[in-house]
């Protein structure tokens, strides 16, 4: 199981989402210059690649105003309005045109600025443990309460930068083994509140799935390949052969201050130990030796502060469009010294684009 915290706008989470038992994203587009539509397009792919680390049953909590609120449980993953204007549907979200149909993409199509409003949902209920008592409070916790755990050491997928806003996110991934922190300060918040939210999941039946677009020719972007392997981890023998099991996983995770893996997640053994994996994601090729340093130092990070000083239960791991020999003899012999260094190749799969080719190499 995954878990999440969702941003929200306070005053639809109450009048709206509560009652109608979803979450919703919306898109604005605030000026429709090249770089403008560009940069939507960006940030598009990054909230997608966000949503698809939420899976059916994961954990949610919802930072609405200036508190979180929870836990919720997710009834199913992100999906679309098919209803929504076709240009804004995640399959034609690009600013380049398909070579074979030059009415697609955004540039020259969009003329107008827009407010698509909240065609992009989850439905989500109360959470519900396994011995039958219902975890969604009503009362919600102070935000800063979750730097106050992060500075005892309790929890770490809280970036600091989040506490500054400078850079806003819609999903925020949480690791399951951090959710019991913060289930304790919202119980303690409802101590003297026995009620419970009870909520009826929305009927999304006729909502599609967010698509990613894996044509080279169209656009290139890392949270397009990110994504894609969020989606298929568990659910693509080659990725999973090649990834190896993941009981919890998240994306864009802080390793120190301002300094993100591309994804982070572990696998939990049946004696409770965990076996923590870094993944780093490249468009192109692997530069080499500047992307296995970058790797290197993100899990001397994981290594030093999550496990406990030992580099045998964490794992890098490197995706990538192809690697030079140069690269693969240097993993290789590093590997022999009791590291763990794994490279995987991707390719894209032509005619249908609907999936990637994954490949280990190391």
């Known amino acids: 199981m995954n878990a999440h915290i969702i941003n929200c706008d306070e005053t639809e989470f109450f009048n709206s989402f509560l009652q109608g038992g979803y979450l919703g994203v919306r898109l604005v587009i605030n000026s429709t210059t090249p770089q403008a539509l560009s940069g939507a397009c960006r940030t598009s792919y990054s909230m997608y690649a966000d949503m698809k680390t939420i899976r059916v049953g994961d954990m949610i909590f919802v930072h609405a105003g200036q508190k979180i609120y929870g836990a919720f449980k997710a009834v199913?993953?992100?999906?679309?309005?098919?209803?929504?204007?076709?240009?804004?549907?995640?399959?034609?979200?690009?600013?380049?045109?398909?070579?074979?149909?030059?009415?697609?993409?955004?540039?020259?199509?969009?003329?107008?600025?827009?407010?698509?409003?909240?065609?992009?949902?989850?439905?989500?209920?109360h959470f519900i443990e396994r011995g039958e008592e219902n975890l969604c409070f009503i009362n919600g916790v102070d935000s800063n309460e979750v730097f106050e755990l992060k500075s005892k050491r309790k929890i770490w997928s809280i970036p600091e930068r989040w506490k500054y806003g400078d850079t806003a996110r819609t999903v925020r991934p949480f690791m399951e083994?951090?959710?019991?922190?913060?289930?304790?300060?919202?119980?303690?918040?409802?101590?003297?509140?026995?009620?419970?939210?009870?909520?009826?999941?929305?009927?999304?039946?006729?909502?599609?799935?967010?698509?990613?677009?894996?044509?080279?020719?169209?656009?290139?972007?890392?949270?397009?390949?990110?994504?894609?392997?969020?989606?298929?981890?568990?659910?693509?023998?080659?990725?999973d052969n090649a990834l190896g099991p993941l009981t919890s996983f998240?994306?864009?995770?802080?390793?120190?201050?301002?300094?993100?893996?591309?994804?982070?997640?572990?696998?939990?053994?049946?004696?409770?130990?965990?076996?923590?994996?870094?993944?780093?994601?490249?468009?192109?090729?692997?530069?080499?030796?500047?992307?296995?340093?970058?790797?290197?130092?993100?899990?001397?990070?994981?290594?030093?502060?999550?496990?406990?000083?030992?580099?045998?239960?964490?794992?890098?791991?490197i995706i990538a469009r192809d690697f030079n020999s140069d690269c693969?003899?240097?993993?290789?012999?590093?590997?022999?010294?009791?590291?763990?260094?794994?490279?995987?190749?991707?390719?894209?799969?032509?005619?249908?684009?609907?999936?990637?080719?994954?490949?280990k190499i190391v």
């Open 250 to 317: 998240g994306n864009n995770m802080p390793a120190g201050y301002l300094k993100f893996m591309d994804i982070f997640g572990y696998q939990e053994l049946s004696t409770g130990i965990k076996k923590y994996k870094v993944v780093e994601v490249k468009t192109n090729d692997c530069v080499f030796p500047n992307d296995i340093n970058q790797l290197l130092g993100y899990t001397d990070w994981v290594v030093e502060n999550i496990a406990e000083g030992d580099y045998k239960v964490v794992e890098s791991i």
């Open 328 to 359: 693969i003899s240097f993993v290789e012999n590093f590997n022999a010294t009791a590291r763990n260094i794994r490279l995987i190749k991707f390719d894209y799969a032509p005619p249908g684009y609907s999936q990637l080719n994954i490949t």
């Open 177 to 239: 083994n951090e959710t019991l922190e913060l289930l304790k300060i919202i119980n303690r918040e409802n101590a003297n509140n026995i009620e419970r939210r009870t909520i009826t999941p929305a009927q999304l039946n006729n909502y599609k799935p967010i698509e990613f677009i894996l044509n080279p020719d169209i656009v290139v972007n890392e949270k397009i390949i990110e994504g894609w392997i969020l989606e298929n981890i568990g659910r693509h023998d080659d990725l």
């Open 76 to 125: 199913t993953e992100f999906c679309e309005n098919p209803r929504t204007i076709r240009h804004f549907l995640s399959k034609n979200i690009h600013y380049k045109p398909n070579p074979s149909n030059t009415n697609s993409g955004w540039r020259n199509n969009i003329n107008e600025t827009i407010d698509v409003g909240y065609y992009r949902r989850i439905a989500i209920t």
